[in-house]
């Protein structure tokens, strides 16, 4: 009797901590989906996403076409010879073409195309693969930089992303501040 | 008011800031080689350089093109005997020739980042539109003119 007690003790103690354990992991993800959620359905607006693709080619459209004109990625994300990016796309907004600073497709280990929540917060972290940068220096990045901020000025008709850019800068630094957690 | 350098020479214009490249070289400077296609830079026709690079120069504003070498098909070669144009004559490229002034100034663009190209890399960087449908010889006239500027540096 006295065996199967601490049998039974056994078993409740391995059973609690295993349930404080999952449901811990279970916590963490949902915080971690709580907090990146917003910054995903940023990055996967047609605005970003369009030029982060895994494709050897450009995207456009919010029908996220291919690039007309058979524009292609190029050996350096800038477009092939003579069909160079800034053939037609300059510093700003130029009547039907988009501009901004340094525009260019994102390097394939930049690509979020067909990525979930988790895997695109991964990759986003993923200091090989994201131009070596902190988590701060993303943050940064992506509240500050011209071409990031593009996306809520795109001029013409382009819808631009519907979130206002102060409601992410904050998500952003929340999702910081909580260091960053992924889904 | 805007100082241009073209095919080597300053110029200066004084036109609006978001008027296009192209009628600025067409209607300021009298440069008429470079052609008006379809006015939203899908056709090539009005390509020119910029520092070396092809662009294409309807839809560029006249104000981003300060500052640097514009060159033209006037400017490509000085007495129109580049390598590209002696090919495009030995392949009797040209029929209604409209697009062929942009397709050269492409052409040139590509020899210069890749001097001997690959098929692939010709029809990459060849997107101009030409409705002769001369491009089995501009492919062909690109494959001359690199074999000849090998042999020329050689």
């Known amino acids: ?183 | 008011m805007f100082a241009l350098n073209v095919n080597g020479v300053n110029r200066s214009v004084d036109v609006p800031d978001d008027i296009p490249l192209l009628w600025v070289i067409r209607e300021e400077l009298g440069l008429t080689g470079t052609k008006f296609g379809c006015g939203v830079a899908a056709c090539g026709a009005c390509t020119v350089h910029l520092d070396g690079e092809a662009v294409r120069s309807c839809a560029y504003p006249v104000s981003a093109a300060t500052g640097h070498q514009i060159t033209t098909i006037e400017g490509l070669s000085p007495n129109a005997d580049h390598a590209l144009q002696r090919a495009w004559v030995e392949h009797q490229v040209p029929q209604c020739g409209y697009c062929q002034s942009g397709m050269l100034m492409s052409a040139a663009a590509l020899l210069r980042a890749h001097p001997r190209p690959t098929d692939a890399q010709i029809d990459q960087a060849m997107t101009n539109i030409c409705r002769c449908g001369t491009h089995p010889r501009v492919k062909a006239a690109i494959k001359r003119a690199a074999q000849a500027m090998g042999t020329h540096r050689a």
């Open chain 1, 1 to 183: 009797m006295r065996e199967a007690t601490r049998w039974l003790r056994a078993l409740l103690l391995v059973g609690t901590w295993t349930c404080t354990g999952l449901a811990s992991a279970g916590n963490a993800k949902a915080a971690g989906s709580a907090a990146f959620d917003p910054i995903y359905r940023v990055l996967t607006h047609p605005r970003c996403l369009n030029c982060h693709t895994s494709t050897g080619f450009p995207r456009q459209g919010d029908e996220r076409r291919p690039h007309d004109y058979r524009v292609a990625r190029g050996t350096d994300d800038h477009g092939a010879a003579a069909m160079r990016c800034t053939a037609c796309h300059g510093t700003s907004n130029n009547g039907l073409f988009p501009g901004a600073p340094r525009w260019s497709l994102a390097p394939l280990s930049m690509a979020w195309e067909n990525l979930g929540p988790g895997q695109l917060c991964q990759r986003l972290k993923d200091r090989r693969q994201n131009g070596q940068r902190s988590v701060t220096q993303l943050v940064e990045h992506m509240s500050n930089d011209p071409l990031v901020s593009w996306a809520w000025a795109p001029g013409a008709q382009r819808q631009p992303i519907d979130m206002p850019k102060d409601d992410f800068v904050r998500a952003l630094q929340a999702w910081a501040v909580e260091g960053a957690p992924c889904p």
